[in-house]
């Protein structure tokens, strides 16, 4: 985790990741918290701060839960406003005025680049979700439930397995399933897909 990165810095990049998504994909709820904070390499707090003040300034929208915590980000018009239009809006955000699009380039992003050997995010894919089908058929549910589980597992493992091509909306809709029906097995995937998304993204 760095601490030296400014505040600045730190909204800057939320609103430029939520910015690709939202061109990527318009119509999708926004990104999943774990997937900013996995991103941008900050603590939870710090991420909550800064989207906090992003919030009260109308530049990005928050879902929130039962427990009021926010699950998904997206960002606004008047957001999409100010990524677009840095200079005419540099007086009243003046944390625009940081470098873009350079999340923390000397940190690893994700356990596969510590890896020993160069395996194919293709193989890392098949390797996560091998597991999760062996936890799922490991378990005590019924042959239906345990069915519905690997349905879902299947169509994310495929989504996942083009890569570029990949749809984040189906990514996501399916991630959440899983997540709401199967959060035990989320473990085993979830470095992939965050990953996934970087690549869509072309996040560093």
Do not use: C
């Amino acid at each position: 985790m760095s601490v030296s990165i400014p505040d600045d810095k730190v909204r800057l990049d939320i609103l430029e990741l939520l910015y690709r998504h939202h061109s990527d994909d318009p119509m999708s709820s926004g990104v999943d918290r774990a997937i900013i904070q996995d991103t941008l390499k900050i603590s939870e707090k710090r991420m909550d701060t800064n989207m906090s003040y992003l919030e009260a300034n109308i530049l990005v929208t928050l879902l929130r839960t039962i427990s009021s915590q926010w699950t998904f980000a997206k960002i606004t018009a008047d957001g999409i406003n100010v990524i677009e239009n840095k200079e005419r809006y540099i007086d009243k955000f003046p944390f625009i005025q940081g470098s873009t699009s350079q999340i923390h380039e000397n940190e690893p992003d994700s356990i596969f680049q510590t890896a020993p050997s160069q395996v194919s995010f293709s193989q890392q894919v098949t390797n996560a979700f091998n597991q999760a089908y062996n936890q799922v058929r490991a378990t005590k549910l019924s042959t239906a439930d345990k069915g519905r589980i690997e349905k879902q597992l299947n169509a994310l493992e495929k989504e996942l397995q083009k890569t570029k091509k990949a749809d984040l909306r189906t990514i996501q809709k399916n991630w959440e399933w899983i997540k709401k029906n199967a959060d035990w097995s989320s473990p085993a995937i979830a470095e992939v897909v965050l990953e996934l998304i970087k690549i869509a993204l072309d996040l560093p």
